[in-house]
């Protein structure tokens, strides 16, 4: 049974920090290109950040970039998003997704993390 597991997700001021994690079972993690998105009420889901399978390539929407980090570790089946000089505007629920890297048809979702930020 595959499972992805957010954790990491809360209250914090604006200019504050969060790190997401999300715990993979189920799946050869390694063979997966991991994915952060987030939907914010009325509003639609859209991309955050990306990184490969190995975590040679990352990349980013332009509304965080040189605010979020995306990395991983395959020896933890475990994907991570740094989020630093955090916004009103970044307020969501954050999903991780696991996409097969020969068969993309294949993927996952997790259930998702709420961010607030607000003072």
């Known amino acids: 049974q595959v499972q992805l597991v957010e954790s990491g997700g809360g209250l914090v001021q604006p200019g504050g920090s969060l790190r997401l994690s999300c715990a993979a079972s189920?799946?050869?993690?390694?063979?997966?290109?991991m994915s952060w998105y987030r939907q914010a009420p009325g509003k639609e889901r859209e991309l955050v950040a990306a990184?490969?399978?190995?975590?040679?390539?990352?990349n980013y929407a332009d509304s965080v970039k040189g605010r979020f980090t995306i990395t991983r570790d395959n020896t933890k089946n475990t994907l991570y998003l740094q989020m630093n000089s955090l916004k009103p505007e970044d307020t969501a629920v954050y999903s991780c997704?696991?996409?097969?890297?020969?068969?993309?048809?294949?993927?996952?979702w997790g259930q998702g993390t709420q961010v607030t930020v607000s003072s």
């Open positions: 990184i490969t399978s190995a975590g040679g390539s990352t």
């Open positions: 997704n696991a996409r097969h890297l020969n068969y993309p048809q294949i993927h996952y």
């Open positions: 189920g799946i050869t993690f390694s063979r997966y290109a």
